[in-house]
């Protein structure tokens, strides 16, 4: 079986990594390819890409291309953008809400399509009870000196759980954390 394979299409290459990054956290089995041009992506076999994040530019530039596989594009926009029967994704939002929005995207529109994110675990969390708490507090946007306060502890004990959380989950940033409690069913996208 080929490996599930998504195109991201934009000039701007840095919001393209960061983007794939992104998705890759998301989507751990997927094949996230990177292309800053139609004419790139045309050079592969565009039937094996199961969805296309793309520019709203080279959108609009290929529209025929894009409407025959409109259950497929999602369309990068800057600001609330609206395109009528499109899938559009805000890039220009903070990375907490912008993976909000990729998972409330999937789970508002895209049920029957392959956009499928990380399973969630049978298993135990990783993290301890104290840790757990900790994690969701961070996950509804709560800082170390008000966890403290929650959870009656002092603000260097909830540092060090932290410093934990994000080492077992080798986590470059909060948002890494979000998509594991959400993807974990450790908390309701609901309550970010």
């Known amino acids: 079986m080929h490996p599930l394979r998504i ?15 992104l998705l890759s956290d998301l989507i751990p089995m997927a094949d996230i390819v990177v292309f800053n041009s139609m004419e790139e992506m045309r050079k592969e076999n565009d039937t094996e890409f199961v969805h296309f994040f793309v520019s709203s530019r080279i959108y ?3 529209s025929q291309f894009f409407r025959e596989r409109q259950r497929k594009t999602i369309v990068l926009v800057n600001g609330a953008m609206n395109i009528n029967d499109v899938y559009t994704l805000n890039v220009c939002q903070s990375e907490k809400s912008l993976v909000h929005d990729i998972i409330e995207l999937h789970r508002r529109g895209k049920h029957d399509s392959t956009l499928t994110l990380a399973p969630q675990s049978n298993q135990e969390t990783i993290f301890s009870p104290r840790e757990t708490e900790v994690a969701v507090l961070l996950c509804k ?6 966890i403290a306060d929650l959870l009656d502890v002092g603000v260097t004990t ?11 989950l080798h986590a470059r940033s909060l948002a890494d954390v979000i998509i594991y409690c959400v993807v974990n069913g450790i908390v309701n996208i609901e309550d970010l």
């Open 7 to 21: 195109a991201i299409i934009d000039h701007n290459i840095l919001m393209c990594i960061g983007l794939q990054q």
């Open 158 to 168: 909830v540092i060090t759980h932290r410093k934990n959380i994000m080492g077992k």
């Open 141 to 146: 946007g709560y800082i170390n000196k008000e």
């Open 60 to 62: 609009l530039t290929h």
